[in-house]
């Protein structure tokens, strides 16, 4: 578990000094590794555009980058879940931590809702990290999920790192 922490802390670093390449690596990162939780990630570079006194153009900046980099890490479980297939994705859910229950219920929700499930999939925390496993599994074209993830991993982004700068505004102007 230390490991994790200081995995992190070391993100929380990352988007502290760094703040656009480093939102792009930990979205990816979180997409690909889930013990980042972008509800962490979004919310601290929207409070960084505040405490360094950027201006507010820099959420929408932010926001974007961080659906380009969410929509790379999902591209990647993409790729993978269309390579391996069902059966070859079931012998690894040991090893990366995700249990078959969570697979039977983003399956579930991609058949239920088709191509737009990846949309909506995106900014539902518990399937964001796993709709684009079901996309590839069922072929869903590329660029057609490509073009999905990034709407969807924008609003996300944008509404997220909203949430960071005024919230930041509101403790501002409380204390």
Not at 2 to 10: K, S, T, V
């Amino acid at each position: 578990m230390i490991e994790i922490d200081a995995f992190i802390q070391w993100v929380v670093s990352l988007i502290s000094q760094n703040l656009y390449p480093g939102v792009f690596l930990a979205a990816l990162l979180e997409t690909v590794f889930p013990p980042i939780p972008s509800e962490a990630v979004f919310p601290l570079a929207g409070y960084s555009i505040l405490k360094n006194e950027m201006s507010a153009i820099h959420i929408l900046g932010v926001g974007v980058t961080g659906g380009c980099g969410a929509t790379a890490g999902g591209f990647i479980i993409y790729l993978i879940s269309k390579k391996l297939g069902r059966v070859g994705l079931t012998k690894y859910l040991k090893y990366i931590k995700i249990k078959e229950n969570s697979l039977k219920k983003a399956d579930h929700w991609f058949e239920k809702y088709g191509d737009k499930s990846v949309v909506l999939g995106r900014m539902i925390p518990g399937i964001r990290e796993l709709v684009s496993i079901p996309a590839g599994i069922f072929n869903m074209r590329p660029i057609k999920f490509l073009i999905f993830t990034l709407i969807g991993s924008c609003i996300w982004s944008i509404a997220l790192t909203s949430a960071g700068f005024y919230f930041g505004v509101a403790t501002l102007n409380i204390f």
